[in-house]
C-alpha cells in the first residue's frame, strides 16, 4: 500500500497570503496525484488533478505541482473561502489511499 | 447537473448487516465507475470499494474486504454497498463518489453508519 504523508498538519496563514502544502508518497505515483477540498459538514471537492490541472470551476489562485513521490499544493492569496482542509490521494495503484489532511486555518 | 444521493445510514449493533444505496442523475452513470469512499468522526478519508460501469472490475480496501460488497444497477443509476458483520471502526460517513481517470470528480452529501451496542 502507498502511505501518503501530508505537512504540515495544520497552517495557519493570513488571508491574502500565500499558502505552500505538501504531499509525499513513498514509492513512485508519476503524476497519478489529486488534492480535495473539504469544509466542516462538506464533502470533499476535487480541486487538482493530475497533480497540476485545475478541476471545473477551480479558481486559479490554485496551483499544484510535483511529480514521482513529492507533490506541491499552492494557494498564491488566501480568501475566506479557503480556509479548509486539503486531502491528497493518489491513484497510481490499489488500494487509493489519501494523505492524513493539512487544516488551513486562518492567522 | 451531477448529483448523488447516499442513503441507508442508521445505527446498528456489532455484527449486524446494512446496504447502503447511492442514486445518481444528471450524468449517464452507466458509462462511469464508481466508488465508496468513508470517513470516521473527525478522521480523514479512506477509499472503500470501486466498480467500473460494466462491473467487471471490482475492488476493495483490506479493511473491507470478504466483508462488504458493492454493485450496482445501471438500469436504475443505482450503486449499493452491502456491508455485513460491521464493526465499530466501520462507524463513518459514507460517500458514494464519481471515477474518472481515476480521480473522484463528483461526491454525494453522505451517509452515517454507526456501529455500537
Known amino acids: 500500500e502507498i502511505v501518503m504523508t501530508q505537512s504540515p498538519a495544520t497552517l495557519s496563514v493570513s488571508p491574502g497570503e500565500r499558502a505552500t502544502l505538501s504531499c509525499r508518497a513513498s514509492?513512485?505515483?508519476?503524476?497519478?496525484l489529486d488534492w480535495y477540498q473539504q469544509k466542516p459538514g462538506q464533502a470533499p471537492r476535487l480541486l487538482m488533478y493530475?497533480?497540476?490541472t485545475r478541476a471545473t470551476g477551480v479558481p486559479g489562485r490554485f496551483s499544484g505541482s510535483g511529480s514521482g513521490t513529492e507533490f506541491t499544493l499552492t494557494i498564491s492569496s488566501l480568501q475566506s473561502e479557503d480556509f479548509a482542509l486539503y486531502y491528497c490521494?493518489?491513484?497510481?495503484?490499489?488500494?487509493?489511499?489519501f494523505g492524513q489532511g493539512t487544516k488551513v486555518e486562518i492567522k | 447537473e451531477v448529483e448523488l444521493v447516499e442513503s441507508g445510514g442508521v445505527l446498528v449493533q456489532p455484527g449486524e448487516s446494512l446496504r447502503l444505496s447511492c442514486a445518481a442523475s444528471?450524468?449517464?452513470?452507466?458509462?462511469?465507475?464508481m466508488n465508496w469512499v468513508r470517513q470516521a468522526p473527525g478522521k480523514g478519508l479512506e477509499w472503500v470499494s470501486y466498480?467500473?460501469?460494466?462491473?467487471?472490475?471490482?475492488n476493495y480496501a483490506d479493511s473491507v474486504k470478504g466483508r462488504f460488497t458493492i454493485s450496482r444497477d445501471n438500469a436504475k443509476n443505482s450503486l449499493f454497498l452491502q456491508m455485513n458483520s460491521l464493526r465499530a471502526e466501520d462507524t463513518a460517513v459514507y460517500y458514494c463518489?464519481?471515477?474518472?481517470?481515476?480521480?473522484?470528480?463528483?461526491w454525494g452529501q453522505g451517509t452515517l453508519v454507526t456501529v455500537s451496542s
Open positions: 514509492q513512485s505515483i508519476n503524476s497519478n
Open positions: 463518489a464519481r471515477s474518472v481517470a481515476g480521480s473522484f470528480d463528483h
Open positions: 444528471g450524468f449517464a452513470f452507466s458509462l462511469y465507475s
Open positions: 490521494q493518489q491513484y497510481n495503484n490499489w488500494p487509493r489511499t
Open positions: 466498480i467500473t460501469s460494466d462491473t467487471r472490475t471490482i
Open positions: 493530475g497533480a497540476s
